[in-house]
């Protein structure tokens, strides 16, 4: 079989942004890449599956206008037809980010809905399970939304073309990972954070350090994440940096940059804490369990805020992307659980963001019928750490608990735990991308024997999320209506919330 396919038609999107389309021998073909329905594609088969083929897209031939009706805002965004905004400099275009920019954003939430609907397609075909979906609620924002950013170092070279650009910084090039595209500002971080990226890029370009090269693994810069306040204001910055590699005159230049990064006026007016990551690792991380990180400036940390809820935002840290959309979403959960009436323990609590936010809703916008409190558990100490801090940061430590153990040996490790659930609201559980793990499932099930909660899942991943759903239906939870919200426009990805019973 030839290794090329000529013009094929996408039939559909599905998770993860991938195009379906049909083999002419009925296999499907998935189509990694970027994109749109009923356009047609010359594809790169990379894998042949018994069911289905595997391709990447070579070009793209023509589009159909009712789902190309958007505008291409980015110069450095990249599509196989060469559709693309003026930028001088191949090494500046080819960002894999924002891959829905021809789409307009009415279609994309319309997308974004049917994607969520499909994926309960199992549980809806049996007709005694009905669902209601609620219509999608659109992110307040839909660029300058992000309130972090990782940027890259690295190198640009291509042989074909002639070009050699060994100093970038900027996000991997599309289907070629040890290429940086060097871009000059992101449309979905703010203004101030693109301020102080400029800045910086420029002041270690100018420093006399080299960047980090994927393949040699030779060089100094690595990673640049910066980490806005959105609701604060305040600005957190952390260098990932490979210092094994420096000789003794770039350790001369090393502390001049240093000093420069502490005195500049302009990223002392701009920027709130200023940490440097020391990372040694080969894998493209901002570190590794051996990395070291010292603040250079400031608290190490800063703060943002959530519907007057404040939190403790540290390098490492998990918290909600997209302010004002999370800021959404928990309001949006704390009306779907309706009248609050006791504890609540959240599963996968990380630095706490969620169950504080809903204790601290209900005690300014309604009157508990029962005492109540945070009992959040997390695998990750160092998020529990901050759930505390957190918890401390709002008044509320003498309503919150936090334990670090696996959700379902908490109980075994924490026996005080069993006299804190009696009085259980609603448990919540807002797990990675992969889902919950079947032991997870069966250990909330049990506890549902024996007390009487709402159960609130939140997930970026409605596939998986649709797994665990039909799981705990097969164990006597209801499940009425499910809500999405998408918190990352010109993505594939969307949020969802449901509430079971």
Not at 123 to 146: D, Q
Not at 162 to 174: D, E, M, N, S, V
Not at 202 to 231: A, M, W
């Amino acid at each position: 079989m030839k290794s090329t396919l000529n013009n094929i038609k996408v039939l559909k999107l599905w998770h993860g942004g991938i195009g379906i389309a049909l083999h002419e021998d009925g296999r499907k073909i998935l189509i990694k890449g970027w994109v749109l329905p009923w356009s047609v594609v010359d594809l790169n088969i990379v894998k042949r599956r018994k069911d289905h083929l595997e391709a990447h897209v070579i070009q793209t031939k023509s589009y159909d206008s009712q789902y190309a009706d958007g505008e291409v805002f980015c110069p450095h965004f990249f599509i196989p037809t060469g559709i693309s905004a003026q930028h001088a400099g191949t090494e500046k275009i080819g960002c894999g980010g924002c891959k829905w920019q021809l789409m307009s954003y009415e279609k994309q939430l319309q997308i974004k809905q049917q994607l969520v609907e499909e994926s309960f397609g199992k549980i809806t075909a049996k007709k005694e399970k009905k669902i209601r979906f609620l219509p999608i609620i659109g992110s307040p924002l839909t660029r300058g939304y992000r309130n972090k950013i990782e940027f890259s170092f690295g190198v640009y070279i291509s042989e074909k073309e002639q070009l050699r650009a060994p100093r970038c910084c900027g996000f991997h090039k599309q289907g070629e990972f040890s290429k940086i595209v060097d871009v000059d500002s992101c449309w979905l971080i703010s203004e101030k954070a693109n301020q102080v990226f400029h800045l910086l890029k420029q002041t270690c370009f100018n420093s006399g350090l080299p960047t980090y090269d994927q393949k040699t693994h030779q060089g100094f810069f690595r990673h640049l994440v910066i980490r806005e306040g959105v609701n604060t204001g305040e600005l957190l910055v952390n260098l990932s940096v490979a210092e094994h590699t420096l000789t003794p005159e770039q350790k001369t230049l090393r502390e001049q940059l240093q000093h420069t990064f502490s005195t500049n006026p302009l990223l002392r007016e701009q920027i709130t804490s200023f940490v440097i990551t020391a990372n040694a690792s080969l894998a493209d991380t901002v570190r590794n369990e051996q990395s070291k990180s010292r603040i250079l400036r400031g608290k190490g940390s800063i703060e943002e805020m959530l519907n007057g809820v404040r939190f403790r935002v540290s390098p490492f840290s998990f918290f909600q992307t997209n302010t004002h959309g999370a800021e959404k979403l928990f309001l949006t959960a704390f009306t779907m659980l309706g009248d609050f009436e006791g504890n609540i323990l959240d599963l996968y609590c990380g630095t706490g963001s969620i169950g504080l936010s809903l204790l601290s809703l209900s005690q300014k916008t309604s009157s508990p019928k029962k005492e109540s409190g945070v009992i959040g558990i997390e695998i990750v100490e160092d998020a529990i750490r901050d759930a505390n801090i957190n918890a401390e940061l709002n008044g509320l430590s003498a309503f919150s608990s936090f334990y670090a153990s696996p959700a379902e040996k908490a109980l075994e490790r924490f026996p005080e735990l069993a006299g804190k659930i009696k009085n259980l609201w609603v448990v919540v559980i807002d797990p990675p991308r992969d889902g919950l793990h079947k032991n997870v499932i069966e250990w909330i099930s049990n506890l549902k024997k024996e007390h009487h909660f709402k159960l609130l899942y939140i997930s970026c991943n409605s596939v998986t999320m649709a797994r665990d759903v039909e799981l705990f239906l097969e164990h006597g939870f209801d499940l009425k209506e499910i809500q999405p919200l998408d918190l990352f426009p010109y993505t594939h990805h969307c949020e969802c919330i449901w509430v079971l019973s």
